[in-house]
């Protein structure tokens, strides 16, 4: 992705191969159909919560950080506090839709996106929202500096090599904000100019996060790489997002779970 600096995948997506699910049992088919040759096996891993590592490290919300530092289950946790309930308590259903509202609110959505998620009325959305940032108050902090950060220079700055993904709509941005500032301006112009807003505003909270995440993920694979050319012990297959896939011999296995994990 050229603007968070994520990998992609396409013709054929290999990031994204269907799995079964209870509408798509035929899914289960789709991931055997890749195989090691004889003797050889894949090695996997992933980065534990790696994005809300992320966002908890950047915002410094002490709630997020000792949960983590925990071990907790922050979906759990989430959900706990959107349904006023004992973390013991939450089902696996409101577990998973607190594990949806984690990655949408820090990737920046608002009342809309929210409500289009659960289907429901905007000011449930609204409040849902209000009871999250209560929860972790640290997190609105960081968006908004973010946020403020980008119409202010006219780019994002994504990671904490300060690579920077610049705004292609910023010109018209800067001359929506003057002509919305007068008198009696159009609402059209008005109208744009909310919606550039509340794109830049997702951009902002999306890419500070994405993008570190994908500055780690690939760091990872740079360890990978000169592990695999010294030790000619494993062969790197694929990246996905915070997961990375190896082929080794059978007899290196233990051997590469090791350099994997150390990586």
Not at 43 to 64: F, P, R
Not at 142 to 152: A, G, H, P, R, W
């Amino acid at each position: 992705n050229v603007d968070t600096g994520r990998t992609a995948s396409r013709d054929p997506n290999l990031q994204n191969i269907k799995s079964a699910k209870p509408d798509f049992l035929e899914g289960i088919w789709w991931r055997e159909a890749f195989e090691c040759n004889d003797g050889y096996s894949f090695v996997i891993s992933d980065y534990g919560s790696q994005e809300l590592n992320i966002a908890a490290d950047k915002s410094q919300d002490e709630t997020m950080l000792t949960a983590l530092r925990n071990k907790e289950d922050l979906h759990r946790l989430t959900a706990s506090g959107l349904y006023n309930k004992p973390i013991e308590e939450i089902t696996p259903e409101e577990r998973k839709n607190g594990k949806i509202v984690n990655f949408s609110i820090i990737y920046g959505a608002g009342e809309d996106k929210l409500a289009e998620l659960f289907n429901c009325s905007k000011s449930n959305a609204k409040n849902l929202l209000q009871n999250y940032f209560k929860k972790f108050p640290g997190l609105k902090p960081l968006q908004d500096k973010s946020y403020n950060l980008s119409v202010n220079n006219g780019y994002i700055s994504i990671d904490s090599l300060n690579r920077r993904c610049y705004i292609p709509e910023y010109k018209e941005y800067l001359e929506l904000n003057r002509l919305c500032n007068s008198h009696n301006a159009d609402p059209v112009f008005k109208k744009r100019l909310r919606q550039l807003e509340g794109k830049i505003f997702r951009n902002s909270a999306n890419y500070i996060i994405q993008g570190e995440a994908a500055c780690m993920s690939k760091y990872a694979g740079v360890l990978l790489r000169r592990a695999a050319k010294e030790t000619k012990a494993f062969k790197i297959i694929l990246l996905i997002h915070d997961e990375w896939l190896l082929e080794c011999s059978s007899d290196n296995v233990e051997r590469t779970k090791d350099i994997l994990k150390q990586c």
